[in-house]
C-alpha cells in the first residue's frame, strides 16, 4: 500500500505562483507513475500532469502546459507540482496520484491523496 499526502494549497491571488507537495510512504519503491488532478466546482476530474516510467516520459494537459512543472524528489519521497502565473480558473482541489503500473489511464490509478484546495481570487 501507498499513502498520498499533499500540501501547499490555500488562498492566493491570481498572477501569483505556488508550490503543491506530496507526499509518498509505504511501498513506493512499486511505483511508476506518479500524477497530480484537478477537481473544479462543476467540472469534471481533470488530469494536469504526471511522470512516466519513473520520470522518463512526462504528459502536461494542452491548457496547462508552460504554467505547470510536475517534479519528483527521490531523497524527500514527494512529486511535487509547481504552477506559475495563477488564474482563478485554477481554482479547486488538487490530488496527488499513483501506479505500480508504467502506462495508466487517468481512471486507473491506484493510489490517491486526500487532495490540498487551492482558492485563486482575482
Known amino acids: 500500500q501507498v499513502q498520498l499526502q499533499e500540501s501547499g494549497g490555500g488562498l492566493v491571488q491570481a498572477g501569483d505562483s505556488l508550490s503543491l507537495s506530496c507526499v509518498a510512504s509505504?511501498?513506493?519503491?512499486?511505483?511508476?507513475?506518479w500524477a497530480w488532478f484537478r477537481e473544479r466546482p462543476g467540472k469534471s476530474r481533470e488530469f494536469l500532469a504526471a511522470?512516466?516510467?519513473?520520470?522518463?516520459?512526462?504528459y502536461y494537459l494542452d491548457s496547462v502546459k508552460g504554467r505547470f512543472t510536475i517534479s519528483r524528489d527521490v531523497a524527500k519521497n514527494t512529486v511535487n507540482l509547481q504552477v506559475k502565473i495563477l488564474e482563478v480558473e485554477d481554482t479547486g482541489v488538487y490530488l496527488c496520484?499513483?501506479?505500480?503500473?508504467?502506462?495508466?489511464?487517468?481512471?486507473?490509478?491506484?493510489?490517491w491523496g486526500q487532495g490540498t484546495q487551492v482558492i485563486v481570487s482575482s
Open positions: 509505504g511501498r513506493t519503491d512499486h511505483i511508476q507513475t
Open positions: 496520484a499513483a501506479d505500480p503500473t508504467s502506462d495508466p489511464m487517468p481512471g486507473e490509478f491506484d493510489f
Open positions: 511522470l512516466y516510467r519513473s520520470g522518463r516520459d512526462t
